[in-house]
């Protein structure tokens, strides 16, 4: 069973970046998809985006398309999301979650979580 630290949260003005990283544990890495979610106060939690086992194929939502990349390291079994340009709207919670998959289809569900790191923009 594979487990996840999310870090690289904090406050960040409109506009600005920054970089989320999620390191996994007690799996092999490298035959796990990887997803990015998050979650606002009052709302359902929503996929960000996620990238398959090997990197070749990567899904966004339409809200982050164009200003967030997730890339992933199979040999530092970590995997990252770079968001650029936030907005106030892209404050919430973010989590990593892990799926065992080995294919080109980006999974939209998963098993395995992050307690998440907190990122928040200010306007």
């Known amino acids: 069973q594979v487990q996840l630290v999310e870090s690289g949260g904090g406050l960040v003005q409109a506009g600005g970046s920054l970089r989320l990283s999620c390191a996994a544990s007690?799996?092999?890495?490298?035959?796990?998809?990887m997803g990015w979610f998050r979650q606002a106060p009052g709302k359902e939690r929503e996929l960000v985006g996620g990238?398959?086992?090997?990197?070749?194929?990567?899904y966004y939502a339409d809200s982050v398309k164009g200003r967030f990349t997730i890339s992933r390291d199979n040999a530092k079994n970590t995997v990252y999301l770079q968001m650029n340009n936030l907005k106030p709207e892209d404050t919430a919670h973010y989590y990593c979650?892990?799926?065992?998959?080995?294919?080109?289809?980006?999974?939209?569900?998963?098993?395995?979580w992050g307690q998440g790191t907190q990122v928040t923009v200010s306007s």
């Open positions: 007690g799996g092999t890495f490298s035959t796990y998809a």
């Open positions: 990238i398959n086992y090997n990197g070749g194929n990567t």
């Open positions: 979650a892990a799926r065992r998959s080995i294919g080109t289809t980006v999974p939209r569900i998963y098993d395995y």
